[in-house]
């Protein structure tokens, strides 16, 4: 979520119960909301920090169960060629490689969310 969007979802859960999350993406160090609802639950993390490309008045759902991440099996963290010791340090530095993608397999509950007009 935007910044405006978390300042929105947070004002609203001020007279219901909120929940904090402190397992989940809390843990990592984002902030962190939980919604439970309707059967499922939900991550509320609001985007934020240096270099981000968050839009503002925008909120991206993302169904992380349908993401997938393919990796090719000859580069999956493999060493690439051989060890090498620096000779001003006491080391060994070794080339790793990875190759992969991720993919989605259900684009279905992959949304956006913008406001026409953010003013209102």
């Keep these: 979520m935007s910044q405006e969007h978390y300042g929105a979802y ?5 007279a219901i119960q ?13 902030q ?3 919604y439970y609802g309707a059967g499922r639950s939900l991550e509320i993390v609001q985007d934020g920090g240096i270099g981000s490309n ?31 010791m620096p000779i001003n340090q006491d080391a060994v530095v070794q080339y790793i490689g990875f190759m992969g993608e991720l993919t989605m397999t259900n684009p279905l509950f992959q949304w956006k969310l913008t406001d026409s007009n953010p003013a209102a």
């Excluded at 947070?10 to 001020?14: E, F, L, R």
């Excluded at 909120?18 to 984002?30: A, H, P, S, V, Y």
């Design 10 to 14: 947070d004002a609203a859960t001020v």
């Design 18 to 30: 909120r929940i904090n999350d402190q397992t989940g993406l809390g843990k990592l160090g984002f």
């Design 32 to 34: 962190s909301l939980k």
């Design 54 to 84: 968050m839009p503002s008045n925008t909120t991206y759902g993302l169904d992380t169960d349908n993401l997938t991440m393919r990796y090719h099996p000859e580069r999956n963290f493999d060493k690439i060629g051989r060890s090498m």
